[in-house]
């Protein structure tokens, strides 16, 4: 299944813009992952905050959905924060986060994917991720980002609902043609104004076999108040047997 999904075009035809997003959702999907990880958040006057964390992610049994569950580990006033998404084919997305100070998990619902993720520039959609399906996508132009030639492809929501859980009126996609990872993101508010710029860089191969590559680090900002994120990866590691026992709302609230 994951293979017919994700399957290449035949050699000299260029790929179709759902073709070449269904490769770039697939492309960083290994079966499992663990990972420690730095989240600098920086206002516009540069003053800089540091969060640390560590995460795990394993894929469903149809091979393509994924399990997300990360752990807040600095500072102290954030520490044990944890958040679950679990990806749903047929239905909303799960998402859950673990509040220590309340010592509560709250379930969240699908408008909250627009909300900022722990406090960052990022959304609980950017983080879980934006259906293929939920969008309608347009081949605009081929261009290079940072020397590398890219497709640049437009997704306009395919639904109301999906623009209104999303907080995008339309997004913009630089994919790179070798390896198929989304080298730059452009989000457009409801209002049509350029709203985030996501790039991508120190891409790796991180499973040769299938094929899958990850980005080290990742910087969101918003460009309508100048208050960006960085995150950065550290100790990546792909395909080690994570248990699915990580990916429920009692292990978001054991004490560690």
């Known amino acids: 299944m994951l293979a017919g999904l994700a399957a290449r075009p035949a050699a000299g035809q260029t790929p179709s813009a759902v073709e070449i997003m269904r490769r770039a959702y697939f492309v960083s999907r290994v079966r499992d992952s663990t990972s420690n990880a730095t989240l600098t958040l920086v206002n516009a006057a540069g003053q800089e905050r540091v969060r640390r964390l560590s995460s795990v992610t394993r894929l469903r049994e149809d091979g393509v959905r994924q399990m997300r569950m990360a752990r807040f580990l600095y500072p102290p006033d954030i520490k044990g924060t944890a958040t679950l998404m679990i990806e749903q084919a047929d239905r909303d997305d799960d998402m859950w ?19 900022s993720y722990v406090g960052t520039d990022f959304s609980y959609g950017d983080i879980i991720g934006h259906k293929v399906e939920d969008y309608t996508h347009r081949l605009l132009a081929s261009e290079p ?15 109301d609902r999906v623009r209104r859980d999303s907080g995008y009126g339309r997004q913009v996609w630089w994919v790179r043609k070798d390896n198929y990872v989304a080298a730059k993101t452009e989000g457009y508010d409801l209002q049509g104004k350029l709203f985030k710029r996501l790039t991508a860089s120190d891409i790796r191969l991180v499973d040769p076999e299938h094929g899958r590559w990850q980005p080290m680090r990742l910087e969101m900002v918003n460009v309508q108040t100048g208050h960006r994120t960085v995150l950065s990866y550290e100790q990546f590691k792909a395909n080690v047997g994570v248990e699915p026992s990580f990916f429920t709302t009692r292990y978001l609230e054991k004490e560690f």
């Open 145 to 159: 980002v940072e020397e590398v030639e890219c497709f640049v492809v437009e997704s306009t929501p395919a639904s």
């Open 97 to 115: 986060v673990y509040l220590p100070a309340v010592g509560k998990t709250r379930r969240l619902v699908s408008n909250n994917k627009r909300d």
